[in-house]
């Protein structure tokens, strides 16, 4: 799901192009004259390489289609292409060396999730379960809209913010209006999400929480909350590594100057405050044959 609306909203960002415009040859949309276009595509593209992440091929192949699957599932139901001349340039390998990783975290999904499943391993929930017997409410045995909130303050600081608080909203009972779904859009709909007065969160529900979270691939997100809720899992083995974090510009620009940050030991740490390395590169007009 992150490809498909990493590829849909690269699309819609590009197309149409601003201008160098031209006719393609089938008399369809307006194609942008690479050549001329000055444009510098970044990001979390939340995927390591063009064969793992479609939004990468979609920059680096010029189109994405119903055959590309990530995680055995296509990202779009039709073809999505790249509305210019020429595909856009990877920027931080345009430098001789191999381009280094910009996520350098502690291993986290062997621990996580239970072999041959896409579940949380038992470790996990047990330690899930220490947790909520440590915020339930003595009385009824659950957590209610008090204990919920103080959880969250917890681990997001503000307990009307990230995709927990989201998600226990939505098992403590809270749904959007017909109204609401049909007249909002998604980020409106988010900032309708409040926790319903008399909900509750069960165990399950906790559990389900932390569930969905992995589905989404929140594996260093679930981690933190487990750190600062005091159940850290281990931090033994060899960090993961990966080039998570991508820079493209079209043959409009040239760069001169891109910069490494190398980093051996998992972030966030006391060089680098973020589990993501910053990239950066600076550009000059390209001078064209």
């Known amino acids: 799901q992150d490809g498909t609306k990493a590829v849909v909203t690269l699309s819609k960002k590009l197309n149409p ?22 444009l510098v595509v970044c990001g979390d593209f939340n995927g390591d390489g063009r064969d793992a992440c479609a939004a990468i091929r979609f920059c680096e192949q010029g ?11 296509s990202v779009t139901t039709s073809k999505r292409a790249l509305p210019f001349t020429e595909t856009l340039i ?5 430098v001789p060396r191999p381009p280094p990783a910009t996520m350098v975290v502690p291993e986290r999904i062997k621990e996580m999730v239970k072999e041959g499943t896409k579940e949380l391993s038992d470790d996990v929930v047990e330690r899930l379960g220490r947790i909520y017997s440590q915020y339930a409410n003595d009385e009824k045995g659950v ?3 008090t204990e919920v909130t ?18 226990a909203a939505t098992v403590m009972g809270y749904k959007p209006t017909e109204e609401e779904v049909s ?20 165990l399950d529900g906790f559990v389900e929480v932390y569930q969905k ?41 040239q760069p001169t100057a891109v910069l490494d940050t190398i980093c051996d030991k998992p972030c966030p740490n006391a060089e680098e405050p973020s589990d993501h ?9 390209a001078k064209r044959s």
Not at 18 to 37: E, M, Q, R, V
Not at 90 to 94: F, W
Not at 192 to 200: A, F, K, N, S
Not at 277 to 285: D, E, F, N, Q, R
């Open 17 to 38: 192009p601003p201008h160098g415009t031209k006719k393609n040859k089938a008399n369809g949309p307006a194609i942008g004259d690479s050549t001329k276009l000055r």
């Open 63 to 73: 189109f994405v289609d119903e055959t590309f699957l990530e995680e055995g599932v």
């Open 90 to 94: 990877d920027t931080i390998a345009t």
């Open 143 to 145: 957590m209610t809209k």
């Open 150 to 167: 103080e959880w969250l303050r917890v681990i997001n600081r503000l307990p009307t913010r990230g995709s927990e608080f989201r998600e």
């Open 183 to 202: 007249t909002l859009s998604p980020n409106e709909l988010k900032q309708r999400v409040v926790l319903p007065e008399d909900g509750v969160l069960t």
């Open 213 to 253: 979270e992995l589905a989404q691939g929140k594996f260093w997100g679930i981690a933190h909350d487990l750190a600062v809720l005091g159940e850290a899992l281990p931090a033994d083995g060899e960090p993961y590594r990966g080039r998570l974090d991508h820079m493209y510009h079209s043959p409009a620009l």
């Open 277 to 285: 390395l910053p990239v950066a590169a600076t550009y000059t007009i």
